[in-house]
């Protein structure tokens, strides 16, 4: 079982690359230099672009993905959205042993007619404890990129809320 | 479509992963076998060298990038031989989860349709919305492979409740408590494609059950499954240009000699190396374990409704000759040839089909957690050896046994099929096998004990 286990991830980590050749635009966006000391990136599967693991504190996690996902404004229904949001990640993240996804904060922020972005941040629970997280939602129209970072509760911040919010600016290809 | 990405490269990567296997050419081994050949005195061994360089250059090398040494609970025989691990763990699943993946594939279009109508303009951002679970997928389920899928199976046990009643009875079997003494690895590997399935389900609405029906309707639609996976076999007694005619239906339990019914095995297989293994207790009463009751249950109604696919005992009226190998362990000799394998680190693989590996496993043939490669990819091998062999000729499918003896005698006048040697020492390592590629894959495998008596002249093996 566990040669399984352990053939299963190579085989996964021997897929990234032909996932990257599917991956849209914008793969190559990173932690700014100067805020990039104590982060490493690491190797990713499915399901995100890039990803970077805070040296210094276990479980500490900054991911990065982006989608081609078309969006109309017109049709948006922000209270719909934050309903099926939590409901779709309390069933989908029910499989990877997480619990309890929930929005403490949510705000809305309208760029333009076409473009939104979309933080929130919250808590769920997994087998080590209570975790953190804070995500950003960018959709641009025709692309959807996200950004999260994942944190034990009781963890310490890696950087400030200004630095933390410089790198997420910067991968999602945003102004402050 | 690009919400489930995922699964798309899935199955193509798996697919991709399937062309190593087959035909590669390898130089001749210098591996000898007299140590073998005595320990498998009296049972007419065949020795079967490990022919894989090819691929195991690539494998090892890729194993040695990542170092030498790994986490201390990585299995002993992982480090020491990967090969045979990859080899043994993945060459006969590859099959069925491009199989079960393109079957997945089908079935998401169909859900995704489906939901897209339901779920309004609503449906496109939170299909974005999903495809960011995925961040959390990889953050809490990824720090270790082990953990990943550790935490996929615990995280089965949540499915009857998400999704109700369905799968229910399907989870319960994959948790291996029908007491057939099935292998955990093979309960889990069901249970892990079919988790697959049912991540889908959960996260394009698990609650929507209403929509199953609708979905298995267009799962077969997009799937062309009547073309597909019900391939109509000739019926020998309707055929009136059959020979074997004459010879009447027989009980295949009358067939079983009493001195071997409690290893003897009947395993029905098809292209895709799904199967169903009909054997003997040791009291000599007939039973069933389906190896793969996902694929049957779905995709195979014509053996669902024989009772395929529950993944339980059946009573010996489902037993009926035909369109199956037969093999014959015996499990003392098993031991003393695994022990003699696992010395040679890799010069000699020790191979069984999955379905020959579970059915001895459901027999009770304790196979430990030793390494042991599968000869799914020789299999293929053979079909297509056969192409190339002017002796062989296409065999019938649906044979009972008294007509797969004649069909065996006939062999022995190199008129009809083909014999291999196959790597599967254990299992007397005789295969008659179908004549061309079109032929159904349908081997007849007979015990060589069984037809062919001791001292009687053996047609020349055939070499990989």
């Known amino acids: 079982m566990r040669g399984f286990i352990f053939i299963t991830f190579l085989l996964i980590c021997q897929s990234t690359a032909l996932f990257a050749k599917e991956m849209p635009r914008d793969i190559l966006r990173d932690i700014p230099t100067e805020l990039s000391n ?10 995100v672009n890039k990803a970077w693991d805070y040296l210094p504190q276990e479980h500490t996690l900054l991911t ?8 109309n404004y017109k049709t948006f229904s922000e209270e719909k959205y934050f309903e099926g949001l939590t409901k779709a990640r309390e069933i989908g993240l029910k499989l990877a042993g997480i619990k309890n996804w929930k929005i403490l904060k949510k705000k809305l922020i309208k760029i333009s007619d076409k473009k939104i972005l979309i933080k929130l941040s919250g808590t769920y629970l997994v087998k080590r404890g209570f975790v953190k997280f804070t995500e950003w939602q960018l959709f641009t129209g025709e692309e959807y990129h996200q950004v999260a970072l994942i944190e034990n509760k009781d963890a310490y911040s890696p950087l400030s809320k200004k630095q933390l919010k410089n790198i997420f600016h910067s991968l999602l290809g945003v102004s402050p | 479509m690009k919400t489930l990405f995922f699964l798309v490269n899935f199955t193509l990567f798996f697919s991709l992963q399937a062309e190593p296997y087959r035909n590669l050419p390898c130089p001749e ?19 079967n060298v490990v022919n894989d360089c090819e691929e195991r250059e690539g494998i090892e090398d890729a194993y040695k990038r990542k170092g030498d040494q790994g986490p201390p609970n990585w299995p002993e025989a992982l480090l020491e031989n ?3 691990c990859i080899k043994g763990l993945f060459s006969g699943l590859i099959d069925s989860v491009v199989d079960i993946s393109n079957f997945l594939w089908s079935l998401l279009k169909t859900f995704m349709n489906t939901l897209n109508a339901s779920m309004h303009g609503t449906y496109n951002f939170l299909k974005a919305a999903f495809t960011g679970n995925l961040s959390y997928w990889f953050s809490e389920a990824s720090n270790g492979a082990s953990d990943f899928i550790n935490s996929f199976f615990e995280s089965i046990k949540a499915i009857p409740e998400a999704i109700g009643g369905l799968f229910k009875d399907k989870v319960e079997e994959w948790q291996c408590l029908n007491g057939a003494g099935q292998s955990q690895y093979v309960c889990k590997m069901i249970g892990y494609v079919g988790g697959d399935t049912l991540i889908t389900a959960l996260t394009l609405g698990g609650s929507k059950l209403g929509l199953i029906s609708k979905i298995g309707q267009g799962v077969k639609k997009t799937l062309n499954l009547k073309k597909k996976h019900h391939r109509k076999a000739r019926n020998v007694y309707e055929d009136p240009k059959n020979p074997l005619t004459h010879i009447p239906k027989r009980d295949l339990n009358q067939l079983i000699l009493d001195n071997v019914k409690d290893r003897r095995f009947v395993v029905e297989t098809d292209a895709s190396g799904h199967y169903s293994v009909r054997y003997f207790d040791p009291d000599g009463r007939p039973r069933m374990f389906d190896g793969s009751p996902f694929y049957h249950y779905f995709l195979n109604k014509k053996l669902r409704r024989e009772g395929v696919g529950t993944n339980r005992d059946r009573s010996k009226g489902n037993l009926r000759a035909g369109e199956h190998f037969t093999v014959d362990v015996p499990p003392e ?18 191979a069984c089909t999955r379905t020959a590996c579970e059915s001895m496993k459901a027999t009770g043939v304790d196979i430990g957690q030793k390494p042991v490669p599968s000869i799914d990819g ?10 190339t062999n002017p002796q062989v000729t296409r065999v019938p499918v649906n044979l009972t ?45 007979e015990a060589m004990s069984s037809h062919i008596p001791v001292g009687a002249d053996q047609p ?4 990989r």
């Open chain 1, 38 to 47: 104590n982060w490493k990136e690491k190797a990713v599967f499915f399901g």
């Open chain 1, 64 to 71: 990065y993905l982006a989608r081609d996902e078309a969006f």
């Open chain 2, 29 to 47: 081994s210098t591996y000898d076998t007299p140590e073998l050949d005595r320990l498998m005195e009296g049972i007419n061994p065949v020795v």
């Open chain 2, 82 to 84: 990967p090969i045979d």
């Open chain 2, 333 to 350: 000799k098993f031991g003393d040839l695994m022990n003699f394998i696992e010395k040679q680190k890799g010069t000699l693989s020790m």
């Open chain 2, 378 to 387: 020789l299999y293929k091998t053979l079909v297509k050896e056969a192409e």
């Open chain 2, 401 to 445: 046994i008294p007509e797969q003896a004649l069909v065996i005698d006939r062999f022995r006048s190199n008129t009809n099929i083909v014999r291999f040697n196959f790597g599967a020492v254990a299992f007397s390592g005789v295969m008659y096998g179908g004549a061309t590629v079109a032929t159904p894959p349908t081997m007849v495998i």
């Open chain 2, 460 to 463: 020349e093996l055939i070499d």
